[in-house]
């Protein structure tokens, strides 16, 4: 049987949500991936070290018994952070990075920044102690069309911040536009994760034979040409993009919806979608460096030396899994996969 042995990997950008719902996605993850960027946006968000330390305690309790996985936090940057809490971010060692979310961009981020030039205090601190700034890079104005609101993003606020902190050291998170390749192609310290659905799939599968909310994400998928740009770059062997995968549960009744949430759930099998992504186009040969290297060495940390092994074996996504109030359709749920996680 043909097998691909593979570093174990990690996820740089993840959402694990808290409580049961964080008990139900987090056994998930801990199969796959060793570490994990968590994303900081809970309902309140993770917006000091403390809450940040609190929440680690809670994904560490809910780490199956005799697993292994380590949680890299994120602080949650609003109007109101202070220089100070870097400083004391970079003093507790599990603080990894600040994620910036525009206000009201996306899933619970009502307490974002209104205006980013608000925190040029708090990135002159980040840039100081060399704390990584994570971007959910995507304007707000909603006379932006949808469609144009990462490449207006990265014209209007991303251009104008790296002129102001060029050392500060920026992922751009989850890139779905050929303007965003280039953008982190062409600048120094700054680097991106691609999600596999930007790599599989462009706005037409939002549209297949009807809405489909649960190809619903933000930044939203773009045309094919943007899908492609994404693959060429994920599968270039450039240390400046790695995975990502944005994994962002949600209960079935919250995107089957008159007004449905943003989000894919991926957790359950990211490794194979990123595996079929990449052999789409013959190069799983650069899987496990985009997997299992890039990301660690942007966070200048060590290499995990463990690894995983997939197989290429057909299997059927769940149509649904248990979740909290409803329950969790996967991405590309019913659907065949080629390659399995042993
Ligand atoms: N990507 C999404 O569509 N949703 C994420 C938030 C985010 O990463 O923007 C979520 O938390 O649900
Ligand atoms: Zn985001
Ligand atoms: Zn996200």
Known sequence: METLTLTRPDDWHLHLRDGAALKAVLPHTVRQFARAIVMPNLKPPVRTVDEAAAYRDRILAAVPTGQQFEPLMTLYLTDNTRPEEILAAKAAEFVKAVKYYPAGATTNSDAGVTEISKCDRVFEAMQQVNMPLLLHGEVTDSAV???DREKV???KYLIPLKQRFPQLRVVLEHITTSEAV????????IA?????????????SLFQGGLRPHYYCLPILKRETHRQALLRAA???NPKFFLG?????HPRNGKESSCGCAGCFSALHAMELYAEAFESVDALDKLEAFA???GPDFYQMPRNSARITLSKTTWRIPDELPFVDDGLVPLR???AMTWKMV
Do not use: C, K, W
Not at 192 to 204: D, E, G, M, S, W
């Open 145 to 147: 069309d949808m469609f």
């Open 235 to 237: 599968t270039s062997g």
């Open 333 to 335: 749920a019913g659907e």
């Open 182 to 189: 280039e953008f982190v192609l062409a600048t120094d310290n």
């Open 245 to 249: 995968t944005d994994s962002a549960p």
């Open 153 to 155: 993003f990265i014209e």
């Open 292 to 294: 299992s290297f890039y």
């Open 192 to 204: 991106a994760t691609i999600t596999p659905q930007h790599l599989l799939f462009n706005r037409n």
